[in-house]
C-alpha cells in the first residue's frame, strides 16, 4: 500500500513569510511524528499526535511552529515569521498506534528560508 | 535527557568486507532501539527494531545487537556492497515521559566502494 506522503517535495521562501508543511500518513495509522533534520544531523523530534490531539508537542522550538491533525489523519505544519535558521528537512512519520512498532518515514520537505 | 552518539562519523570501505558501526545512549531505560538507512534526499528506511528484552535481531546481511545495560548497540554488516553506501541512523524509543519520540544519533556515512 501506499506510504507516508509529504507534499511540497521542496519549499523555497523568504525570510518572515509564512509556510505550511502537509504530511499524509498511512492508512489506518493512528500516531503521526513530525522531525526536524539539519544538515549532517540525526532527525529531531518536534511533536507528534495520537489520533486528533497533540500528546507531546515538547520539541516544537518556539510558538512561531504549530502542527494540526484536525479529522485524525492529514497533519499540516505551520511556521510563522519564518528566520533562515528553520531551513531544514521537515520529516513526517506514522505507526499503527504511538509507541507500537515501527515509524514509517515519508520522504520529508527540504525547507530553505532566503 | 537521552543523548544518542553514533561512532564513526564516516566509514570508507571497499566491496566485500565486513564491518560494525556503533550506537552508545546514555539513558538504559529504554523500550526499544531501532536502525535506519538513509539515502540522499530520502526519507528513513527501518532495518531492524530490537526490544529492550532481546540482544540482537538478524535480516540478511545485517545483524544488530543491544547491551542495554551498558548503552550499546552495534550494527554488523556483512561482505558490503556498493549498494549498501548510505547514512545509518540509530534511535532509541524511550517511553515515560519520551513516550511516542525517536532519540537518533547523528548517523554514520557508509561508503561502499567497488
Known amino acids: 500500500g501506499a506510504g507516508v506522503s509529504q507534499t511540497p517535495s521542496n519549499k523555497v521562501t523568504e525570510k518572515g513569510k509564512y509556510v505550511e508543511l502537509r504530511c499524509d500518513p498511512i492508512s489506518g495509522h493512528t500516531a503521526l511524528y513530525w522531525y526536524r533534520q539539519s544538515l549532517g544531523q540525526g532527525p529531531e523530534f518536534l511533536i507528534y499526535?495520537?489520533?486528533?490531539?497533540?500528546?507531546?508537542d515538547s520539541g516544537l522550538p518556539n510558538d512561531r511552529f504549530f502542527a494540526v491533525r484536525p479529522e485524525g489523519s492529514v497533519s499540516t505544519l505551520k511556521i510563522q515569521r519564518t528566520e533562515r535558521g528553520d531551513s531544514a528537512v521537515y520529516l513526517c512519520?506514522?505507526?499503527?498506534?504511538?509507541?507500537?512498532?515501527?515509524?514509517?518515514f515519508g520522504p520529508g520537505t527540504r525547507l530553505l528560508v532566503l | 535527557k537521552q543523548e544518542v552518539t553514533q561512532i564513526p562519523a564516516a566509514l570508507s570501505v571497499p566491496e566485500g568486507e565486513n564491518l560494525v558501526l556503533n550506537c552508545s545512549f546514555t539513558?538504559?531505560?529504554?523500550?526499544?532501539l531501532q536502525w535506519f538507512r538513509q539515502d540522499p534526499g530520502k526519507g528513513l528506511t527501518s532495518l531492524l527494531l530490537i526490544q529492550s528484552s532481546q540482544r540482537e535481531q538478524t535480516s540478511g546481511r545485517l545483524n544488530a545487537s543491544l547491551d542495554k545495560s551498558s548503552g550499546r548497540s552495534t550494527l554488523y554488516i556483512a561482505a558490503s556492497q556498493p549498494g549498501d553506501s548510505a547514512t545509518y541512523l540509530c534511535a532509541v524509543f524511550a517511553g515515560g515521559t519520551s513516550y511516542g519520540k525517536l532519540t537518533f544519533g547523528q548517523g554514520t556515512i557508509l561508503t561502499v566502494h567497488p
Open positions: 512519520a506514522s505507526s499503527l498506534w504511538a509507541g507500537v512498532g515501527t515509524q514509517y
Open positions: 539513558d538504559s531505560a529504554i523500550y526499544n
Open positions: 499526535f495520537q489520533g486528533t490531539g497533540a500528546a507531546d
